[in-house]
């Protein structure tokens, strides 16, 4: 197994919504990461979790809140979303979250925000 | 301030022609280097990485080009193909603080039948 899996697709949610995105991979990978990509713009870090520990958070707001169940889960719990959080979120894993480590990425959650 | 950088925002080539895409980097601390292609609505898709002690790279119709004392590699797609259509990002990272992947802003490469 040489993927990485996203759900949902698709997510609309309104201001006041709770919802979460959820990533797995089973390639022993033991950092995975969780990236914003708006249209036309490279992917923005905004989490890295090296053996299940939150080792890179980039200034990312609050109402963004990561969570790493075990080795293969990573899950992004979103609150009182800003219209602007409209985006690509994509997942991503690697070996290690040392360099020189290919990051193999989900297809993406596609996000807006009403 | 851009560490990565593909001035180029898009290329055209014809199928069967030699596809160079460029990227430029300013941060000496990068070691190893990486692109990556996305198709719209998809993840970026892993294609070829180098390390800087290398200068070449090549799988299949990929081949990287690292030239350390500019600063600059190249990915070099030979025949290119219109499957190739896609954006490429190039992407580096280094040790420590400079571990994590740092983006270009992508190119978007057509390959006309």
């Known amino acids: 197994d040489t993927e990485v899996t996203q759900t949902p697709k698709h997510l609309v949610m309104g201001m006041t919504n709770k919802k979460s995105l959820k990533c797995e991979q089973h390639?022993?990978?033991?950092?995975m990461y969780w990236y914003k990509q708006k249209a036309k713009k490279p992917p923005e870090l905004m989490f890295v979790y090296s053996y299940e520990k939150l080792s890179i958070n980039e200034s990312v707001p609050s109402r963004f809140s990561p969570e790493c169940p075990n080795s293969s889960l990573l899950n992004l719990h979103l609150h009182a979303l800003q219209p602007e959080d409209s985006a690509l979120y994509l997942c991503?894993?690697?070996?290690?979250?040392?360099?020189?480590?290919?990051?193999?990425f989900g297809p993406g959650t596609r996000l807006t925000v009403l | 301030d851009q560490q990565v950088k593909q001035n180029s925002p898009s290329l055209s080539v014809q199928e069967g022609r030699i596809s160079i895409l460029n990227c430029d980097y300013t941060?000496?601390?990068?070691?190893?280097f990486l692109w990556y292609k996305k198709y719209p609505a998809e993840g970026p898709t892993f294609l070829i990485s180098i390390s800087s002690i290398k200068d070449k790279n090549e799988d299949g119709r990929f081949t990287v080009f690292l030239n350390k004392s500019a600063k600059h590699l190249s990915l070099h797609i030979v025949p290119s193909q219109p499957g190739d259509s896609a954006v490429y990002f190039c992407?580096?990272?280094?040790?420590?603080?400079?571990?994590?992947?740092?983006f270009g802003k992508g190119i978007t490469l057509s390959v006309r039948p």
């Open positions: 992407a580096a990272s280094g040790t420590g603080a400079n571990s994590k992947l740092t």
């Open positions: 941060n000496s601390m990068f070691d190893y």
């Open positions: 390639m022993g990978h033991r950092a």
């Open positions: 991503a894993s690697s070996l290690t979250s040392g360099r020189a480590n290919e990051q193999f």
